[in-house]
Structures are given as structure tokens and as C-alpha cells.
């Protein structure tokens, strides 16, 4: 009997970058498989295949034995094909019922029929143990409730296949038991669950089968009996973890930076205070949504702190002034690369010297022919990928326009650096390379600060790891007491809100 | 070099057609042979350049400060209403006949409606960039506002400067006089594109300007202050609306603030577009601009010239502006198709 699902050869590439290589993959009904590897080994471009995102550019993929092509969402959803997207794709301005059957509304008279849409909703609610009303507002919901209404949807399509792409990355850990007891159900009455994760503690509890991507090409697959955590680990790697992460520098010296009760906009109630020393990473950990990126936006002045004070060699950062932090070499390289840390559609060379254009200022007249000789030297120096300093950064791989950020800061001598995921969607070589800068300024003296939602990267690369939850930094971990499960502790500590439920 | 100007380029050519098609129906149809009778057409007549110098003047100057605003992201509804508050404002300090307004000399008074529009460019900029309101939204009520406080200062009549308490003789010739054969109005456009040549892309503020047109947040997350750019460029709008607008109070001699600088807004918003603007910000150069006025004067001048229609000269104006925007448009469309593959 042909499989469910199977992909045969499967290749894609971007332009001269290769996302994927010849993958196969084969799913069966009642089937669990857990789906792993880095950030930038070709899982999303994958799964964004299945879901008709993406069109392969060479190979099958066959359902019940039928090639089929998969052009759209649509096309994907009435083949049966459910994708749970790791960002929430929900409307905040309409009830559950309305989110589930968005574009599939029972209609009568050309209106909604509001008690039919509930009626349907009903039942899908019960399904999954949802205690909350068809038509409640989506506001108040939990992360772990949204990711709840994003499955019932799924079901309601009569799914047969559902891609549940880093489903847990923002749940407390109970709703993180509540889903993966979900997914067992779901497999047990003869769904095929792809699921992927991070997590690699949830792939061994609720996964049959382990398939590892690296690079774009398959790695390897693990039986339910192989799977370990060092297995799947080596898979993914593909060598040492000592190869991968370098050797942190030893040499500590004094306080550069302490932060001091600082809160956010997004969290006033929380508040964070630590101090980074001269050579020292220190990583930060949590949830997605914890507070990391919005506390190191406040450090740096993007986001505007209500109280708290950061202080660096003695003297005190005004708040909500991005200039002031810049000339205490307070620097940071943003989350989202794209949106803000560089200017896609400008060149290499305007990114690089976006921020440091008083070099090239002569009369307030840019000195472009010293600008270009200057990046021409940097591009060499962090080893850009790119034909000249002329391209456009957009049209660059993820790692070297990563590599454009760190080089447009770093020439910048940096006493306090964040890194705000530096690596995420980067491949494995230009990772390794960016971990070789961090590491070589640290040793010139400069404070680190990382934060980041990979836990081998926060174990790998960080002096001390802080954890943050809900806008509070619960705890600092010091080497002796690293592991994931002290992170995830930390990470959930004052969880556990008392869920919304309206009935 | 020649990738760079590929827009400007074809606009170009654009420009040289409509003049050729010009200059070929009003031609000299006297003259002896074709040669003199092109270059004796209505076109080439030193009555028809100096006409058409001056509007193109008059017009490029507002026109490259919209560009700025749109350059910046941004955009200014509020130009042309904005041009008849100041042509009003402008006749009053002449004259004195409004009990608000003292009557000036002219060069004083030159130098408060140039106070006066940069203090409003002043406020659209705060409102929008440190406010946080949205452009339209500001300029929408500029557009309205403006016009209505004109006419509301008139009692909605035409206002002249003849009465005025100081002699205006220098001001005249000043402002609608010639220098070297030209028009004052086309040399002050001449200097002011040098400048805005100079600020746009040669300075540290147009790279700024164009980063903060592009991705607002990667030029505030890299150190810029976007908030006193963006003030700039709204200030810059009004400036040079308000040079533009003393052109035009002199040209026209009264100002009837219900018609004044009707739709200007809307011919700069055409001319920069056409000229290779994008309304999405982060786009355009001064030679662009430049060349998206130039064609729609010329175009209208040829209406005028050929006899055609004037109704129908509206209907041409538009096709032309939307062929080129969906020119654009096709580009932008691969652009973006490019960006998904890239990003998925």
C-alpha cells in the first residue's frame, strides 16, 4: 500500500541558494513523525512545500500514491493538508467560531448564520477539551488557547495530515502536556502529525519516527527506540558540538553594564537587574514573549522603559534615547533582520555605514569613494558573501546579511553588545562563523548579551544564563547548574494565568 | 550609471516625443523649407519658452518639495490650499487691509510668509512623526483648513496688492521679472534643483532620508533621528510651496483664494510619481521629478498650442501617469515576487 504521503526527491532552490536537496520523506496515517533540525536546515522550506506555499523546483510528491501538486493553501487545505504555523495566524477582531470557518461561513440570506457557525464550532471545541465559548473574543485567550483554535480549524478541514511547526515555542509547560496529549489522541484516531520543534524532550515523548534535515539535505532518520537526545543532536549538528560552538574567551573583567529594575512598555510590572562584566556572554533565555527582545530594546533605547536604570562604566543611559546608547557603545543587532535591522533595498555598503556616516561626513557632503573603500575592507573582514559592496542586502542569504549587521556595529568598537537571535534561520557555516566574531569580541573587552530560543546555542555560548518570564528575569544560571530543563523551569515560573473560560 | 537613471531615461524620451509632435503640428506652415518651419513653430517661439519656462518653474519648485515628503514615506495634501492661504496672507502684509495683519515692506513681508510656511511645516512634522498621526490624515485637514481660513480672510473674494503701503517696484521684478532672458521663476527652480540635488544625494541627510523613506525602523534602530528628518522634510515641502506660491500670487496679480493653486497637490503628487517616486517612500531622484513635471506641463502646453480639446487634455494627463506608474508598477511587481521567494 502506497504511503500517505511521500515526497521523492524533493529539491528547491532560491535563486543560487540551495534550500533543498534531494530530500525523500513518507508519512503513514496514525503516524507521529518528529521533524528536526538548525535553524536554516530546510524545515520550513519543506513543510512550506506541503502547504503550497512554495513550489518544489524539482521532484513528487505523491498522496496515496497520486503525484499531486500542491499550488496554493487552498489547494493544500482541501487535499487535506492542515498547517499549524508557528506564528499565530488568527484575527484578534473576530470570536473563535469566526476564526475557525474565516472564509467558510455557513451562509443564509447572504448573512452569516451565527447559530449554525456556533453549532459547528461546538463540537470541534469539545474535541479538543477547549472550555471556552464558540463565540468568545480572541483577546483574552492564551497563547496555548490560540494554538488550540489554530488545530480546530485544522480538524474542522477535515484534516488528514497536520504540520504543527514549533507549536510550543510560546506555551507555559501545562499547556505544552495539554497539546502533546492532544497530538497522541489525534494519532490515534489516524491523523498524520508532523511535528516540529526545538524541544527535542517533546520529539521523544510524543514522536514514532525522527527525521533530521541539515543543510538541505536529509540526515538521517531515527526509530522510536533510537531516539535520544544525543542522536537527534548529532544528526542535526552532523559533527562535535565543540566544533560548533568555539571556546569561550576566560578572561573576566569588571563591570561594563548593570541594569538596574528595568521595565518595558510591554511589561511594566516586570523588571530585570543584572550585570554583565568586560568579555563576559551572558545568555538570555525564555519564552517567545517573554520579555527578551522588548528588554534589550529598552536597553538600547528603542522602546521607551517606564522605570529602571542601565548603567554603563558609571555613567547612567537616559531612557528611550538611542543616541545616548550609541555613544556609550551600547549596540544592538536587532531580532528581525529584515525589518529592523537593515534596509533591504539599499546596498551593502549604505547598511554598513548607516549608522557611522559621521566617518564619511565631510561638510555634511557624503566622502562615498572613502565609504566604498572602507566597506570594501569590512565585506572582507567578516567574509560577506556578496559579488561587491554594491548589492543590494535583500538579495543576500540570511547569514551574510547577519554578517552586514555585525559588521556595520562591530567596526563601531562596541562596549555592550546585544545579540537578539543572532542565528536564527542561519545555516550551519555562517553560524559558526558568527559564533568566531562574538567570541573574538569578547575578547577585546566588550560585555555580551544574547538572547536567544535555542537551547544548545544559550548552553554553548553563554558565561551565565539569565531566564526571563513574563517581562521578569527569573533567576541567573550559573555553568554548573546549566541544562534545558533548569532553563524551561525558570522560563514558566510565574506561569499558569488562570485561562480564560467564558462558559 | 545608465541602469541607475533607466526611469529618468525613458521618461526622457517621453518628453522629447510629446515636444517632437509639438513642434511638428504648430510648425511654420508658411515657411520655405521644413527646417524653418519647424524652428519657427508656435512651440519654439520665444513667447511659448518663456511661458513654458515659467510654469515649469513655478511648478518644479513645489513639485520637489512633495518629492521630499514622498521621498520621506510621507505625502502633503495640503500644498495647493496652503499656497492660497499664503498668496492671501502675502497681499495682505502688502496692503495692510486685514486688521491682523500689518502692512509691510516686501521684502519683510517675503521674510515672514517664509517664517510662516516653515512654522506649518513645523506642525504637520510634529504631528505626524512625533504625534504619531498619520500624513494623510494631517494634510487632508491642511487641505481643507487652509483654503477655508483664505477664503474665510477674504470673505471669499479676489485680492489684489495694489493698494499697498509700501512701493512694490523692486518686488516685481523681482519675482516676475528675467534674468538673462529667462524668467526669475525658472532660475530660482534651476538654483532650488541644485540644492535639492545637493541634500538628496550628495549630503548625509538624503541618505538618511532615503533609509527612513525605506524601512523607518532599520534607520531609527541604526541611530537616526528619524522624528527631526521626517520635520525637515515636511518643512522643506512648505518652503518651497511658499516660494512657489510667491511666484504665483505675483503671476496671477489677485488671488482668488477659492481657485488658487487648485489641485496642486495633486499635479506634484503626479509629477514626482511620474517621475519615478514611489508613494511606498525610500525612491526618487531630483532629475526624476524634474522630468515627471517637465512632461506634464509640456503636455498641456501642446493641449493649448494644438487646439485639441482642453476637457480632453485632463484625460491624457491621467493616461499618461497611469501608463508610466504601471511601467513602475511591473518592476515593483517582480520585485516583490523575488522578496517572497527569498523569505519563505
Known amino acids: 500500500m502506497p504511503a500517505l504521503l511521500q515526497l521523492k526527491q524533493i529539491s528547491k532552490s532560491f535563486g543560487p541558494v540551495q534550500a533543498l536537496n534531494g530530500v525523500d520523506f513518507a508519512i503513514e496515517a496514525g503516524e507521529v513523525v518528529g521533524l528536526i533540525g538548525e535553524n536554516g536546515a530546510g524545515k520550513s522550506t519543506l513543510m512550506n512545500l506541503l502547504g503550497g506555499m512554495l513550489q518544489p523546483t524539482r521532484g513528487t510528491i505523491s498522496l496515496d500514491g497520486t503525484p499531486v501538486k500542491i499550488t496554493d493553501a487552498i489547494s493544500a487545505a482541501q487535499r487535506g493538508i492542515s498547517f499549524v504555523h508557528q506564528e499565530l495566524n488568527l484575527l484578534d477582531n473576530l470570536n473563535v467560531a469566526g476564526n475557525i470557518f474565516l472564509g467558510r461561513e455557513p451562509r443564509r440570506y447572504g448573512c452569516i448564520d451565527e447559530g449554525k457557525l456556533a453549532a459547528m464550532t461546538q463540537p470541534l471545541l469539545d474535541q479538543l477539551g477547549l472550555d471556552i465559548a464558540p463565540d468568545q473574543s480572541l483577546v483574552p485567550l492564551t497563547n496555548g488557547q490560540k494554538q488550540l483554535v489554530e488545530i480546530a480549524k485544522a480538524l474542522s478541514m477535515d484534516a488528514r495530515i497536520l504540520i504543527l511547526d514549533e507549536p510550543t515555542s510560546s506555551l507555559t509547560i501545562q499547556e505544552t502536556d495539554t497539546l502533546l496529549k492532544l497530538v497522541e489522541t489525534l494519532r490515534e484516531r489516524g491523523m498524520a502529525i508532523i511535528f516540529i520543534t526545538h524541544r527535542l524532550t517533546e520529539i521523544e515523548k510524543v514522536a514514532n519516527r525522527v527525521v533530521a534535515l541539515r543543510d538541505g539535505e536529509l540526515a538521517g532518520h531515527l526509530t522510536r527506540a533510537e531516539t535520544n537526545r544525543d542522536a537527534m543532536i548529532s544528526l542535526m549538528i552532523g559533527r562535535d558540538l565543540s566544533e560548533v560552538y568555539p571556546v569561550l574567551p576566560t578572561e573576566i573583567g569588571d563591570t561594563v553594564i548593570s541594569i538596574h529594575a528595568l521595565t518595558t512598555q510591554r511589561w511594566p510590572e516586570g523588571g530585570a537587574s543584572f550585570a554583565i562584566r568586560e568579555g563576559e556572554i551572558l545568555g538570555l533565555a525564555g519564552l517567545v514573549g517573554s520579555g527578551r527582545s522588548e528588554l534589550a530594546q529598552a536597553v538600547f533605547g528603542v522602546d521607551v522603559s517606564p522605570s529602571g536604570t542601565v548603567t554603563v562604566n558609571g555613567d547612567t543611559l537616559k531612557r528611550g534615547d538611542i543616541t545616548d546608547a550609541i555613544s556609550h557603545g551600547v549596540f544592538l543587532a536587532p531580532e528581525d533582520r529584515k525589518a529592523s535591522g537593515l534596509v533591504l533595498e539599499m546596498s551593502v555598503r549604505e547598511n554598513m555605514t548607516l549608522n557611522s556616516m559621521f566617518r564619511f561626513n565631510r561638510r555634511s557632503l557624503i566622502d562615498v569613494a572613502k565609504e566604498k573603500a572602507q566597506t570594501e575592507e569590512w565585506r572582507c573582514e567578516f567574509s560577506v558573501k556578496a559579488p561587491d559592496v554594491e548589492q543590494p542586502v535583500g538579495d543576500l542569504s540570511g547569514g551574510n546579511q547577519q554578517k552586514v549587521v555585525l559588521a556595520k556595529w562591530m567596526t563601531l568598537n562596541p562596549k555592550v553588545m546585544i545579540f537578539d537571535e543572532p542565528t536564527r534561520g542561519i545555516d550551519m557555516g555562517a553560524r559558526h562563523e558568527i559564533y568566531q566574531t562574538m567570541v573574538k569580541l569578547a575578547k577585546t573587552g566588550c560585555a555580551i548579551l544574547m538572547i536567544s530560543s535555542d537551547m544548545e546555542e544559550l548552553l554553548g555560548m553563554s558565561h551565565r544564563i539569565g531566564v526571563m518570564c513574563e517581562g521578569h528575569l527569573t533567576g541567573i544560571l550559573e555553568p554548573d547548574q546549566f541544562s534545558e530543563e533548569s532553563i524551561m523551569k525558570l522560563a514558566v515560573e510565574t506561569a499558569g494565568k488562570p485561562a480564560v473560560s467564558t462558559k | 550609471m545608465f541602469s541607475r537613471y533607466r526611469k529618468e531615461l525613458c521618461l526622457l524620451i517621453v518628453l522629447l516625443f510629446v515636444a517632437f509632435w509639438t513642434i511638428i503640428f504648430s510648425r511654420n506652415r508658411e515657411a520655405d523649407n521644413l527646417l524653418t518651419a519647424l524652428l519657427e513653430s508656435r512651440f519654439l517661439s520665444l513667447r511659448n519658452m518663456e511661458n513654458l519656462s515659467r510654469q515649469i518653474g513655478m511648478y518644479g519648485i513645489f513639485s520637489l518639495g512633495m518629492g521630499l515628503v514622498i521621498i520621506s514615506g510621507g505625502i502633503d495634501l495640503s500644498v495647493g490650499s496652503l499656497m492660497a492661504l ?13 486688521p491682523w495683519i500689518p502692512g509691510v515692506h516686501w521684502s519683510a513681508a517675503i521674510v515672514i510668509l517664509l517664517m510662516v ?18 500624513a494623510f490624515v494631517v494634510t487632508l485637514c491642511g487641505l481643507l483648513g487652509y483654503r477655508g481660513l483664505a477664503q474665510t480672510m477674504t470673505r471669499d473674494t479676489s485680492l489684489g496688492y495694489y493698494d499697498s503701503v509700501h512701493s512694490v517696484t523692486g518686488l516685481e521684478s523681482f519675482l516676475t521679472g528675467k534674468i538673462a532672458g529667462m524668467p526669475a521663476a525658472f532660475i530660482a527652480f534651476i538654483v532650488i534643483c541644485g540644492i535639492v540635488y545637493y541634500v538628496l544625494h550628495l549630503s548625509v541627510f538624503g541618505r538618511y532620508l532615503l533609509a527612513l523613506g525605506r524601512n523607518e525602523q532599520a534607520a531609527r534602530y541604526s541611530g537616526i533621528n528619524t522624528t527631526l528628518i521626517t520635520i525637515f522634510a515636511y518643512i522643506a515641502c512648505t518652503v518651497l510651496g511658499c ?21 496642486f497637490e495633486l499635479y506634484a503628487i503626479a509629477g514626482a510619481v511620474l517621475g519615478g517616486c514611489s508613494l511606498r517612500g525610500g525612491e526618487g531622484t531630483v532629475v526624476g521629478i524634474i522630468l515627471g513635471t517637465t512632461v506634464l506641463l509640456v503636455l498641456q502646453n501642446m493641449v493649448n498650442l494644438l487646439g485639441y480639446d482642453s476637457s480632453f487634455s485632463k484625460v491624457i494627463t491621467a493616461l499618461v501617469i497611469l501608463g508610466g506608474v504601471l511601467v513602475d508598477r511591473f518592476e515593483i511587481w517582480k520585485l516583490v515576487s523575488f522578496k517572497k521567494t527569498k523569505t519563505a
Do not use: E
Not at chain 2, 86 to 98: A, C, K, N, P, R
Open chain 2, 117 to 134: 510656511a516653515a512654522l506649518i511645516g513645523l506642525l504637520h512634522g510634529w504631528l505626524i512623526a512625533k504625534i504619531g498621526m498619520p
Open chain 2, 243 to 263: 516660494v512657489s506660491a510667491l511666484f504665483f500670487a505675483l503671476y496671477t496679480a489677485d488671488v482668488v483664494p477659492s481657485m488658487h493653486g487648485n489641485f
Open chain 2, 86 to 98: 499664503l498668496g492671501t496672507i502675502f497681499f495682505y502684509l502688502l496692503t495692510g487691509g486685514h
